[in-house]
């Protein structure tokens, strides 16, 4: 099950960033406020046991407060904008601080993988964080930890579990498309309890939200 909230009522701006080919694509992204405590859940959380990789793009100018890219709900393993605007990790309850500056409101990528028991956190393709664990790390949350939330634009969250034979990738984009300038969410339920199976909540996130979902289930 996927559950998508937007905590409370959310005015999403969106941001639009066009490549230098005389403007012919676009990409339309959503500014989560962290005055209106806007963020993304998921219904059923992901749990890695072995290999993995995480993969978030993110924009943000602020500094002064953590900057939450995903997490899990007791603040065991997050992904986070420090306070002076580094890169930082919480794995197994352990903080790791990086030394790559993010908070310059530019799009970046961060990837953290673990394979054989080598954790490593990459920005833009640059090593990061390097260290080495074992243990199971769970994700349920995108842009929160408890009161802290994200402030800019986070995209293109995927999470790709390694263990087995092969890989089981889940990938959110949120974004929106261009129908209106401001878009006002309400706190929305995506589960079983709205739709009469996975099935048919997939294809409503899929047909209407533009999320691509591939865990082995209904598409």
Do not use: C
């Amino acid at each position: 099950m996927i559950r998508s909230t937007i905590s409370k009522m959310v005015r999403s701006m969106i941001t639009t960033i066009i490549n230098p080919f005389d403007g012919l694509f676009s990409r339309y992204f959503v500014t989560l406020d962290p005055v209106l405590n806007s963020s993304y859940e998921m219904a059923q959380p992901i749990t890695f046991a072995g290999d993995f990789e995480i993969e978030v793009e993110f924009s943000t100018t602020s500094t002064g407060s953590f900057g939450i890219l995903v997490s899990d709900n007791d603040n065991v393993d997050n992904i986070n904008v420090g306070v002076t605007g580094l890169m930082r990790l919480r794995f197994d309850n352990i903080i790791y601080e990086g030394t790559i500056i993010v908070s310059d409101g530019k799009l970046h990528k961060v990837n953290l993988t673990r394979n054989s028991g080598l954790v490593s956190l990459f920005v833009d393709g640059v090593s990061d964080i390097n260290f080495s664990s074992s243990v199971n790390s769970t994700i349920n949350t995108i842009g929160r930890w408890s009161n802290f939330y994200f402030d800019g634009v986070i995209a293109n969250a995927k999470f790709t579990d390694k263990s087995g034979a092969s890989d089981v990738v889940t990938t959110f984009k949120l974004d929106n498309s261009p129908a209106a300038n401001n878009y006002t969410y309400s706190t929305e339920i995506l589960d079983n309890n709205t739709f009469t199976d996975n099935a048919n909540a997939r294809q409503y996130l899929v047909a209407t939200k533009g999320w691509i979902i591939t865990d082995g289930g209904a598409a």
